[in-house]
């Protein structure tokens, strides 16, 4: 019976996750846009503590940290190593299996995109790091988390096409 309550609870906090994204990449302010998604990354990380995926809870722990220092030190390649690091310690402390690989994945290209690129490259990788969360939520079987990271992706790949417009149209605006 607990395993039941833990799943609810799980899909809870995807939906919880879901409502938090869905505000975030509504809202016109960057700093609320950042708040919702820290907030809607806690949400995640109790969803995979609740469906009992270690490895991915502890990345999304530390994808909360990787989101400040990321727009604290951007460029830094010694903060981004520590942060890779750091995600490499999480990930062989907490790996179960196989299972466990998209939320590596997800980690290691998304950390590299918000620390190195920028404009289209970055919002590709985090595209890649949205798509490998979402085979994370799949195979935990979190509605509510796949379908944030679908909603991540697409807004994600629209952004991409109309700065891909804008930047043919306006070349110079991204000299």
């Excluded at 607990?2 to 809202?27: E, K, N, P, R």
Aim: hydrophobic share 60%; with cysteine; charged share 10%.
């Amino acid at each position: 019976m607990l395993d039941s309550y833990s799943a609810l609870a799980g899909q809870f906090f995807g939906v919880v996750s879901l409502i938090l994204c869905l505000l975030a990449f509504s809202s016109k302010r960057d700093d609320r846009l950042m708040v919702l998604l820290l907030s809607a990354n806690v949400a995640f990380a109790l969803q995979f503590v609740l469906f009992a995926s270690w490895t991915a809870a502890a990345l999304t722990v530390l994808v909360i940290v990787r989101i400040a220092l990321a727009r604290r030190y951007p460029g830094s390649r010694s903060v981004m190593a520590g942060v890779l690091v750091a995600s490499g310690v999480a990930a062989l402390l907490t790996w179960q299996g196989w299972a466990d690989l998209p939320a590596v994945v997800a980690m290691a290209v998304g950390t590299v995109g918000m620390f190195l690129l920028s404009g289209i490259a970055m919002r590709v990788a985090l595209g890649v790091a949205a798509s490998s969360w979402f085979l994370s939520h799949a195979l935990v079987g979190s509605v509510g988390g796949m379908l944030a990271e679908a909603l991540v992706f697409v807004t994600n790949a629209v952004t991409i096409y109309r700065l891909f417009r804008a930047k043919r149209r306006y070349p110079r605006a991204f000299e």
